[in-house]
């Protein structure tokens, strides 16, 4: 017997704007990095930690998964705010954290 997989389609989304957009065109996740810091597109527009809760809720509500980018190196001095957003992503209900170093 052959089982099939289904690819998940994963969409970047920097706003509520973009998210919404993902999620009504079929997306079975979406990623985003956080205002505060801690993502390479530190430049572009990303989501403010305060509405997290809100919009990991909305996903969720519509069946689509949320993921958080942590996609930078994080220095001695930078582990304890790492920590502190880690533990905000989580009591969030973020179904995934994309990480760049390993150490994190």
């Known amino acids: 017997m052959q089982l099939s997989v289904r690819p998940e389609l994963l969409a970047p989304a920097g706003d509520?704007?973009?998210?919404?957009a993902a999620v009504e065109n079929g997306a079975d996740a979406v990623y985003m990095g956080l205002a505060d810091g801690f993502n390479a597109r530190a430049r572009a527009t990303n989501v403010r930690r305060e509405d997290l809760p809100a919009i990991m809720h909305e996903l969720h509500e519509r069946g689509v998964r949320g993921y958080i980018t942590l996609n930078t190196l994080a220095f001695t001095d930078e582990l304890p705010a790492m920590e502190e957003t880690l533990r905000a992503v989580a009591s969030a209900g973020t179904d995934a954290v994309l990480i760049q170093d390993l150490g994190v």
Not at 16 to 20: A, G, L, T
């Open 16 to 20: 509520r704007d973009c998210i919404r």
